[in-house]
């Protein structure tokens, strides 16, 4: 107990000194920290990554579509917001990191820990008993929450609020997990088999935490507790709040905006120019509605543009022992989100001039 506290003080402080030096993205995640930490740097930095990587996958047919600086956005001081995505953010990256170190750790890849072989040779059910590799989420679990939650210095409701975020996302990892198993008997009679836990694809966390997403609960403060501007007493309404949200849901304190226009202190670039999906072959309800909702709903018309691939075709085999292609061409149409008026504001000259050179 003494030792942890020990350990999260001095991390804390190298993080509130390296926020205080420099804006920071998923890159530095991780700096320096106390020595043993070091060793554990580049998987959480890998595990940020895949979680950013993740959360652009989940969101990528929607308006707010996890740009760069939602993870620098929830954890600087200034701009912090707590809304429903900065809430699946932190889920999603914290998950990522618990994963990474969690499967590094299977791997082999530090000196300090090993597979989870602690229920080996016990009997697990009808018929199986635990042998194998489990994956040590125990592991990992405690290492990404020494840095992860570390991050939040504050002692506010955002704060807490992110924790608890935090802590949704290595639940996710857990929650998922896999019972594996492996037969064995006579000639394989499977009469007797082994099994083990071992994580889920990323993809799959990733999946289950946009249901969360999508079901995040608004936390509802006593406003005037708030207001009244004493911590101590904020601290006592959030902790009553709290009591009532069930640990694996995402909470949110602020409304979303539409997210439709630009707002670069908000880190939000809008939906003009991003592309949406009209024509392709077996597009999702959600895919088929992508121009609507990044276009038409946000006052912007949908432009296609034609755009010309080449690729290889009609290849044939000759004896022996290669293959010939030609290079086929094929017009691909795409869509993006334009202004409305991009015709009518841009001065004669230069609409007269394109015209020319219409290709
Ligand atoms: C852990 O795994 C990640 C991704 O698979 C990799 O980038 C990283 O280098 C690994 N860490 C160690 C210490 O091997
Ligand atoms: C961006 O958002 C902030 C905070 O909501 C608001 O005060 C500001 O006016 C917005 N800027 C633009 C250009 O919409
Ligand atoms: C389209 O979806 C169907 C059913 O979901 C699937 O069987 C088929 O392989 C898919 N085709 C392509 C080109 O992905």
Same mark, same amino acid.
């Given at each position: 107990?003494?030792? %942890?506290?020990?350990?999260?003080?001095?991390?804390?402080?190298?993080?509130?000194?390296?926020?205080?030096?420099?804006?920071?993205s998923v890159? +530095?995640?991780?700096?320096?920290?106390?020595?043993?930490?070091?060793?554990?740097?580049?998987?959480?930095?890998?595990?940020? /990554?895949?979680?950013m990587e993740?959360c652009k996958?989940?969101f990528g047919?929607e308006r707010w579509n996890c740009p760069e600086s939602a993870l620098q956005l929830s954890?600087?001081?200034?701009?912090?917001s707590?809304t429903?995505e900065t809430?699946f953010v !932190?889920?999603? %990256?914290?998950?990522?990191?618990?994963?990474?170190?969690?499967?590094?750790?299977?791997?082999?890849?530090?000196? %300090?820990?090993?597979?989870?072989?602690?229920?080996?040779?016990?009997?697990?059910?009808?018929?199986?008993?635990?042998?194998?590799?489990?994956?040590?989420?125990?592991?990992?679990?405690?290492?990404?929450?020494?840095?992860?939650?570390?991050?939040?210095?504050?002692?506010?409701?955002?704060?807490?609020? +992110? =924790?608890?975020?935090?802590?949704?996302?290595?639940?996710?990892?857990?929650?998922?997990?896999?019972?594996?198993?492996?037969?064995?008997?006579?000639?394989?009679?499977?009469?007797?088999?082994?099994?083990?836990?071992?994580?889920?694809?990323?993809?799959?966390?990733?999946?289950?935490?946009?249901?969360?997403?999508?079901?995040? !609960?608004?936390?509802?403060?006593?406003?005037?507790?708030?207001?009244?501007?004493?911590?101590?007493?904020?601290?006592?309404?959030?902790? $009553?709040?709290?009591?009532?949200?069930?640990?694996? $849901? =995402?909470?949110?304190?602020?409304?979303?905006?539409?997210y439709?226009?630009r707002n670069a202190?908000l880190g939000h670039h809008g939906t003009?120019?991003r $592309?949406?999906?009209?024509?392709?072959?077996?597009?999702?309800?959600?895919?088929?509605?992508?121009?609507?909702?990044?276009?038409?709903?946000?006052?912007?018309?949908?432009?296609?543009?034609?755009?010309?691939?080449? %690729?290889?075709?009609?290849?044939?085999? /000759?004896?022996?022992?290669?293959?010939?292609?030609?290079?086929?061409?094929?017009?691909?149409?795409? !869509?993006?989100?334009?202004?409305?008026?991009?015709?009518?504001?841009?001065?004669?000259?230069?609409?007269?001039?394109?015209?020319?050179?219409?290709?």
């Amino acid at each position: 107990m003494k030792r %942890s506290t020990f350990l999260i003080l001095s991390i804390t402080g190298v993080y509130s000194a390296v926020l205080h030096a420099a804006a920071w993205s998923v890159n +530095n995640f991780l700096m320096t920290g106390p020595k043993a930490y070091l060793t554990y740097s580049s998987s959480v930095a890998a595990g940020a /990554h895949s979680g950013m990587e993740e959360c652009k996958f989940q969101f990528g047919w929607e308006r707010w579509n996890c740009p760069e600086s939602a993870l620098q956005l929830s954890t600087h001081n200034r701009l912090r917001s707590a809304t429903r995505e900065t809430s699946f953010v !932190h889920a999603i %990256s914290s998950a990522g990191v618990m994963y990474t170190l969690t499967r590094n750790c299977s791997m082999g890849d530090f000196e %300090s820990c090993g597979c989870d072989d602690s229920r080996n040779g016990r009997v697990g059910g009808r018929g199986w008993v635990w042998g194998g590799c489990s994956d040590n989420v125990e592991f990992g679990e405690r290492i990404s929450k020494l840095f992860v939650d570390a991050l939040e210095t504050g002692h506010d409701t955002r704060a807490l609020i +992110n =924790l608890h975020n935090n802590e949704v996302g290595r639940l996710a990892v857990k929650a998922t997990m896999k019972r594996a198993c492996k037969c064995h008997g006579v000639s394989g009679s499977c009469s007797i088999q082994t099994c083990w836990l071992q994580l889920a694809e990323f993809r799959e966390i990733g999946n289950y935490l946009k249901i969360k997403y999508d079901q995040a !609960h608004k936390l509802e403060m006593d406003k005037r507790r708030m207001r009244a501007g004493n911590s101590a007493d904020s601290r006592g309404a959030t902790a $009553e709040t709290f009591h009532h949200v069930h640990p694996t $849901e =995402l909470v949110f304190l602020e409304d979303s905006p539409d997210y439709c226009t630009r707002n670069a202190s908000l880190g939000h670039h809008g939906t003009e120019g991003r $592309e949406c999906l009209q024509t392709g072959k077996n597009l999702s309800q959600w895919e088929k509605r992508s121009c609507r909702r990044l276009c038409t709903e946000c006052g912007l018309r949908v432009e296609e543009r034609r755009t010309e691939v080449v %690729s290889s075709c009609n290849c044939k085999f /000759h004896w022996c022992c290669t293959v010939r292609c030609e290079q086929c061409r094929q017009l691909v149409a795409k !869509h993006f989100c334009a202004r409305r008026d991009t015709a009518a504001t841009a001065p004669n000259h230069i609409r007269r001039r394109n015209k020319g050179h219409k290709r």
